[in-house]
T-cell receptor, first 114, second 111 residues
Framework: GAVVSQHPSWVICKSGTSVKIECRSLDFQATTMFWYRQFPKQSLMLMATSNEGSKATYEQGVEKDKFLINHASLTLSTLTVTSAHPEDSSFYIC??????????FGPGTRLTVL | GESVGLHLPTLSVQEGDNSIINCAYSNSASDYFIWYKQESGKGPQFIID?????DKRQGQRVTVLLNKTVKHLSLQIAATQPGDSAVYFCAENTGYSTLTFGKGTMLLVSP
């Protein structure tokens, strides 16, 4: 299967600071990547669809000014959580599509905001 | 925000048993379905997929069944092993490669 990496794997930050999470496709080019968040014992919720070279498409209820997405190359998408608050603490997961429909996921990033 | 006190449906089996995990999907127009396995603290791992023009697909120790009439999907794991313990999610392709995930089922395999 296709390999997706994320960095960092975990991060702790102070309230009010910004945090950047990187998502890389290691063995395929991804014109489209997806960002999800997951709370404990819950399912994955799609936040946004990241398209290389264009603006991301955000799901309803997700603040685009708070969760900045940049997909500057075919192998890298970044999610920046701006002015993070404790309620933003969550598990953030990205995915990419190497072929047609199947999404392959990264290992996730655990964000804790103090 | 984060919810407190949620419990995933749990299936407990003995090592060597066959496991069946069920999923109801919502969109009758969905044409592609995937099962993912998620271990604690990790991202979802692809297990098997099926398109809507099929009703059964087999992989290594796993079989997915699709019943479009009742919008039901199941994952069968043969000879379940302790390493199969994880949360299993079904996901449906609702258009433009976008996936909607089910609530998940926790599989616990005891030796």
């Amino acid at each position: 299967g296709a390999v997706v990496s994320q960095h960092p794997s975990w991060v702790i930050c102070k309230s009010g600071t910004s945090v950047k999470i990187e998502c890389r496709s290691l063995d395929f080019q991804a014109t489209t990547m997806f960002w999800y968040r997951q709370f404990p014992k819950q399912s994955l919720m799609l936040m946004a669809t990241s398209n290389e070279g264009s603006k991301a498409t955000y799901e309803q209820g997700v603040e685009k000014d708070k969760f900045l997405i940049n997909h500057a190359s075919l192998t890298l998408s970044t999610l920046t959580v701006t002015s993070a608050h404790p309620e933003d603490s969550s598990f953030y997961i990205c995915s990419g599509i190497p072929g047609t429909d199947t999404q392959y996921f990264g290992p996730g990033t655990r964000l804790t905001v103090l | 925000g984060e919810s407190v006190g949620l419990h995933l449906p749990t299936l407990s089996v003995q090592e060597g048993d066959n496991s069946i995990i069920n999923c109801a999907y919502s969109n009758s127009a969905s044409d592609y379905f995937i099962w993912y396995k998620q271990e604690s603290g990790k991202g979802p791992q692809f297990i098997i997929d099926i398109r809507s023009n099929m009703d059964k697909r087999q992989g290594q120790r796993v079989t997915v069944l699709l019943n479009k009439t009742v919008k039901h999907l199941s994952l069968q794991i043969a000879a379940t092993q302790p390493g199969d313990s994880a949360v299993y999610f079904c996901a449906e392709n609702t258009g433009y490669s976008t996936l909607t995930f089910g609530k998940g089922t926790m599989l616990l395999v005891s030796p």
